[in-house]
T-cell receptor, first 111, second 116 residues
Framework: QKEVEQNSGPLSVPEGAIASLNCTYS??????FFWYRQYSGKSPELIMSIYSNGDKEDGRFTAQLNKASQYVSLLIRDSQPSDSATYLC???????????FGTGTRLTIIP | GAVVSQHPSRVICKSGTSVKIECRSL??????MFWYRQFPKKSLMLMATSNEGSKATYEQGVEKDKFLINHASLTLSTLTVTSAHPEDSSFYIC????????????FGQGTRLTVV
C-alpha cells in the first residue's frame, strides 16, 4: 500500500464549478498535511496546510482533514482556468521529518 | 510564504562533468533542506535530507558519492551531480523548512539539468 494515495486523474471540471481533490494516507499517526499546486515545468507551490480535524478555508480553497478516516481533501470553489495544474498531497508521518508526496492529481478547468 | 531561491534554473552539461546546484533560503534560516528529483509526468522523489552542519541522509538507492550535498550554513545547501550521465537529466528541486518538524516546506524554482 502506498503511503499517500491520490487519484491521478485527469479530473475535468467546468469553469465556475467546485473541484474536489482527495487524498488518503496510511500512517495513522501522521500530524501534518499539505496541498501543493504544480504547474507544468514548475516547482510545487504551497496552497494549504492543515493539522487539525475539520475544515480550513483560505479564499477559494478549503482543506478538509479527517484523521479517523485517514483522508484529506481540497475543495476549489469558483474554479478558474488558471487552477489547471497538478495538485500534490503531502503528509509528514509520525516520527519523521520528511514530506511524503502522493503522485498528484491533474486538474483541468474547462472554460 | 517564505522564499527559497534555487540556481541555476536550467543547465546543460557534457557527460562526465560535474554540476553544482545552489538552494538558498532568503528570509528565514533553514535548519533542514530537502533535495528532490522529478521525471516528466512523475511525482517528486526525495533524494536526501540535509541538516545544517551535519551529513546528509540519503534515501535508499541514491548514490551519495554521485550526488554530493553540502549544507554549510542555515541559508545555503548545495547539490553537486558528479560525473554526470544522460540518465541524470531531470528536474531537481530543493525545499527548505524552518523551525520544527511540522512546519511548512517551501520549494525553490527547480533546476532543469540536461546532460549531453
Amino acid at each position: 500500500q502506498k503511503e499517500v494515495e491520490q487519484n491521478s486523474g485527469p479530473l475535468s471540471v467546468p469553469e465556475g464549478a467546485i473541484a474536489s481533490l482527495n487524498c488518503t494516507y496510511s500512517d495513522r499517526g501522521s500530524q501534518s498535511f499539505f496541498w501543493y499546486r504544480q504547474y507544468s515545468g514548475k516547482s510545487p507551490e504551497l496552497i494549504m496546510s492543515i493539522y487539525s480535524n475539520g475544515d480550513k478555508e483560505d479564499g477559494r480553497f478549503t482543506a478538509q482533514l479527517n484523521k479517523a478516516s485517514q483522508y484529506v481533501s481540497l475543495l476549489i470553489r469558483d474554479s478558474q482556468p488558471s487552477d489547471s495544474a497538478t495538485y500534490l498531497c503531502a503528509v509528514i508521518a509520525s516520527g519523521n521529518e520528511k514530506l511524503t508526496f502522493g503522485t498528484g492529481t491533474r486538474l483541468t478547468i474547462i472554460p | 510564504g517564505a522564499v527559497v531561491s534555487q540556481h541555476p534554473s536550467r543547465v546543460i552539461c557534457k557527460s562526465g562533468t560535474s554540476v553544482k546546484i545552489e538552494c538558498r533560503s532568503l528570509d528565514f534560516q533553514a535548519t533542514t533542506m530537502f533535495w528532490y528529483r522529478q521525471f516528466p509526468k512523475k511525482s517528486l522523489m526525495l533524494m536526501a535530507t540535509s541538516n545544517e552542519g551535519s551529513k546528509a541522509t540519503y534515501e535508499q538507492g541514491v548514490e551519495k558519492d554521485k550526488f554530493l550535498i553540502n549544507h554549510a550554513s542555515l541559508t545555503l545547501s548545495t547539490l553537486t551531480v558528479t560525473s554526470a550521465h544522460p540518465e541524470d537529466s531531470s528536474f531537481y528541486i530543493c525545499s527548505a523548512r524552518d523551525g520544527g518538524v511540522n512546519t511548512e516546506a517551501f520549494f525553490g524554482q527547480g533546476t532543469r539539468l540536461t546532460v549531453v
